[in-house]
Every structure is written in structure tokens, then in C-alpha cells.
């Protein structure tokens, strides 16, 4: 298995940043993707972003030229990079890791709001 906990959420004004974590533990060497999703109040989570073990990442088309991913080399840490957060960004932002040996394992996700 792989255990995943997330930090780094809170109260951000508009226009501000934060930065999430993803700290990562257990069968790590198995993870061959790790991503961000969210889900606001009322509705469905989404995808966010996604790191591949080779680097490569992709974004969903509200976070482009936003938010960042990345990660440290061992997979021990995953980050989000989020600047010029809107109010439509608040949600629960949880981390999700594909691992070829257990499936997909989930955190249990840092409360972001982003208000004024």
C-alpha cells in the first residue's frame, strides 16, 4: 500500500498562493504516477494535475499557467504550486497515487477556501 498525507491548505485571499504537499509513504518505489484532484461543495472531485515518474505533467485547463506540480525525485513528496487562486478554487484538494502494484490509493485531502 501506499499512504499519502496531504498538507499546506487554509484561507488565501484571492489573487494569493499556496502551496500543498503530498508527503508519501509505504510501497513508494511502485508509484509510477502521482496527481492532485479536487472537489468543491456540491460537486464532483476533478482532476487537477498529474506528474509521471519520467516528469512529465499535465494540467487541467483551469489550472494551466496557474499551479504547478512537482515532486522530489525519491516520490517521498509531491507539491502543488497554486498562484493567483480565484474563489472558484476552494475545495478539498486530495492527492492520489498509481502505483503498479496496489491500484490507486488516495489522502484524505487539506481543505483550501479562497476568500476575502
Known amino acids: 500500500q501506499v499512504q499519502l498525507v496531504e498538507s499546506g491548505g487554509g484561507l488565501v485571499q484571492p489573487g494569493g498562493s499556496l502551496r500543498l504537499s503530498c508527503a508519501a509513504s509505504g510501497s513508494i518505489g511502485s508509484i509510477n504516477a502521482m496527481a492532485w484532484y479536487r472537489q468543491a461543495p456540491g460537486k464532483e472531485r476533478e482532476f487537477v494535475a498529474r506528474?509521471?515518474?519520467?516528469?512529465?505533467?499535465t494540467y487541467a485547463d483551469s489550472a494551466k499557467d496557474r499551479f504547478t506540480i512537482s515532486r522530489d525525485n525519491a516520490w517521498n513528496t509531491v507539491y502543488l504550486q497554486m498562484n493567483s487562486l480565484k474563489p472558484e478554487d476552494t475545495a478539498v484538494y486530495y492527492c492520489?497515487?498509481?502505483?503498479?502494484?496496489?491500484?490507486?490509493?488516495w489522502g484524505k485531502g487539506t481543505l483550501v477556501t479562497v476568500s476575502s
Open positions: 506528474i509521471f515518474k519520467i516528469g512529465t505533467t
Open positions: 492520489a497515487a498509481a502505483s503498479l502494484l496496489t491500484g490507486v490509493n
